[in-house]
């Protein structure tokens, strides 16, 4: 099946410093994929859509100069948290799907990335 | 837009008694509607997916999910809990030929031996 690889799964960074989170496709090829945050105890807040080659999609509300995505390639999509603040701390999971997209209706996650800012 | 509501935050179970999860959803149009649940730090699994036809879905641990369109209600139900089943729970939508997923807040499910 669908294997997304999300990397780091835990990171502590200190104030200031940019954090970069990975999320490659294992056995498919993403052309789009979708970065969430979720709070403790809350659901996932969709943050952008990375489409490969283009520039990603942001959500109403999500610093675009602060959280740079990147999709370079059909397999990998990654999340720059710059300038990294304590209020950034949180849990972020990608998504990936194959093909066109639209026609696709099954999403695969990554185990997510915790990060923690001190 | 769509939206999901799940009202219950928190659902205690004893082990081997049933569950209902509620899931309500709005749309203007049709949608996809999925359930997934989330293991303590960990992404999320898919658990089931109504796309179309039978309006009953069954995911292979057991869990069963009803579309019901009049009633805009998309409820996860198991007839005995294990305490492995102890998990976040998330119902979403998906409009048709959209991209974007839609959460509800969550329920957490807790088993108590």
């Known amino acids: 099946g669908a294997v997304v690889s999300q990397h780091p799964s835990r990171v502590i960074c200190k104030s200031g410093t940019s954090v970069k989170i990975e999320c490659r496709s294992l056995d498919f090829q993403a052309t789009t994929m979708f970065w969430y945050r979720q709070f403790p105890k809350q659901s996932l807040m969709l943050m952008a859509t990375s489409n490969e080659g283009s520039k990603a999609t942001y959500e109403q509300g999500v610093e675009k100069d602060k959280f740079l995505i990147n999709h370079a390639s059909l397999t990998l999509s990654t999340l720059t948290v710059t300038s990294a603040h304590p209020e950034d701390s949180s849990f972020y999971i990608c998504?990936?799907?194959?093909?066109?997209?639209?026609?696709?209706?099954?999403?695969?996650f990554g185990s997510g990335t915790r990060l923690t800012v001190v | 837009a769509q939206s999901v509501t799940q009202l219950d935050s928190q659902v205690p179970v004893f082990e081997e008694a049933p569950v209902e999860l509620r899931c309500n959803y709005s749309s203007s149009v049709s949608v996809y509607l999925f359930w997934y649940v989330q293991y303590p730090n960990q992404g999320l699994q898919l658990l089931l997916k109504y796309l179309s036809g039978s309006t009953l879905v069954e995911s292979i641990n057991g869990f069963e999910a009803e579309f019901n369109k009049s009633q805009t209600s998309f409820h996860l139900r198991k007839p005995s809990v294990h305490i492995s089943d102890t998990a976040e729970y998330f119902c979403?939508?998906?409009?048709?030929?959209?991209?974007?997923?839609?959460f509800g807040t969550g329920t957490r499910l807790t088993i108590i031996p």
């Open positions: 998504s990936a799907i194959p093909g066109t997209g639209a026609d696709y209706v099954g999403y695969t």
């Open positions: 979403a939508v998906r409009r048709i030929g959209n991209e974007k997923l839609t």
